[in-house]
């Protein structure tokens, strides 16, 4: 959670300019107002991020090991409360939710087949939803509405061996 004043000052950043971007990321819905707190006889409104960007293997790998880090911690919190709120709700009960942790001990190449088959994998979900989507708008009879739901994929070295 961040002001406009903030993020200027931390950014090196006029003001101005940094509250024109906050308004057009409120306007596209990648950030939300969460407060405002009474500064000097004015209102400072703090911000949160709504979306996050998501970057494919190549640009994941030149980022440097701290952003990767707080990235996946972000992450990870958000994959835990969903997860906690769905459980609590009913979200696990059909007979469609699979969860499963495999422990694995893989060579260098098999960590390569095995990130390849994930990203085949997040592939395919994208390819399933669009035609879930498209049976959708086109009105096909036997096609029941739309649930939505949520696939998280992970493959990580365990803590105990690094």
């Not at 903030?6 to 596209?28: D, M, T, W």
């Not at 006889?41 to 996050?52: D, I, P, Q, S």
């Not at 095995?114 to 096909?140: G, P």
Request: proline share 4%; charged share 20%.
């Amino acid at each position: 959670m961040a002001s406009p004043n903030q993020l200027a000052q931390a950014l090196g950043e006029a003001l101005g300019n940094v509250s024109y971007h906050v308004r057009i990321l409120r306007e596209l819905d990648c950030v939300e107002l969460v407060s405002t707190v009474p500064r000097r006889g004015a209102l400072e409104h703090y911000y949160r991020a709504t979306a996050r960007p998501w970057r494919d293997d190549e640009e994941w790998a030149r980022l440097p090991a701290g952003v990767r880090r707080e990235t996946l911690a972000w992450t990870l919190s958000e994959i835990f409360e969903a997860a906690s709120k769905a459980s609590l709700e009913g979200g696990f009960g059909d007979s469609e939710t699979y969860v499963s942790c495999v422990a694995l001990a893989l060579d260098q190449q098999g960590r390569t087949q095995l990130s390849a088959l994930l990203a085949q994998t997040h592939e395919a979900a994208l390819r399933i939803n669009t035609d879930s989507a498209n049976r959708h708008t086109q009105h096909v009879p036997e096609s029941p509405p739309a649930i939505a739901t949520e696939l998280w994929l992970m493959h990580f070295q365990n803590a105990a061996t690094n």
